[in-house]
């Protein structure tokens, strides 16, 4: 699975954005799909997940009510829409895809493929 991710920019705080990580090959559709963001100086972090079959979702704390993610597994692609966007939530995010799972994880080393990053900026 190669996965390219896209729809990073510059938003104010209160704005919002839509993320969106293309992937190819056949097994997207049985992929749990992630995403993750890493500020500076700060470790990668796990943000939101989707799973398979049943499209369940999981969110840190941190995005949840806020942030919603989606998958479209005819168009090989995960979403991530974030409103209510803070200068805490600045950071490179990256989409990744774990094939040996059906339900959510959380930890980076579980996913095996990741996306080149997209970063978003969020002024106050």
Same mark, same amino acid.
């Given at each position: @699975?190669?996965?390219?991710?896209?729809?990073?920019?510059? @938003?104010? !705080?209160?704005?919002?954005?839509?993320?969106? %990580?293309?992937?190819?090959?056949? #097994?997207?559709?049985? %992929?749990?799909?992630?995403?993750?963001?890493?500020?500076?100086?700060?470790?990668?972090?796990?943000?939101?997940? &989707?799973?398979?079959?049943?499209?369940? #979702?999981?969110? !840190?704390?941190?995005?949840?009510?806020?942030?919603? &993610?989606?998958?479209?597994?005819?168009?090989?692609? @995960?979403? /991530?829409?974030?409103?209510?966007?803070?200068?805490?939530?600045?950071?490179?995010?990256? %989409?990744?895809?774990?094939? /040996?799972?059906?339900?959510?994880?959380?930890?980076?080393?579980?996913?095996?493929?990741?996306?080149?990053? #997209?970063?978003? #900026?969020?002024?106050?």
């Amino acid at each position: @699975v190669q996965l390219q991710a896209s729809g990073g920019g510059l @938003v104010q !705080a209160g704005g919002s954005l839509r993320l969106s %990580c293309a992937a190819s090959g056949r #097994t997207f559709s049985r %992929c749990v799909m992630g995403w993750f963001r890493q500020a500076p100086g700060k470790e990668r972090e796990f943000v939101a997940g &989707i799973s398979w079959p049943g499209g369940s #979702t999981y969110y !840190a704390d941190s995005a949840k009510g806020r942030f919603t &993610i989606s998958r479209d597994n005819a168009k090989n692609t @995960v979403y /991530l829409q974030m409103s209510s966007l803070k200068p805490d939530d600045a950071a490179v995010y990256y %989409c990744a895809a774990a094939p /040996l799972f059906q339900r959510v994880v959380v930890t980076t080393d579980l996913y095996d493929y990741w996306g080149q990053g #997209t970063q978003v #900026t969020v002024s106050s």
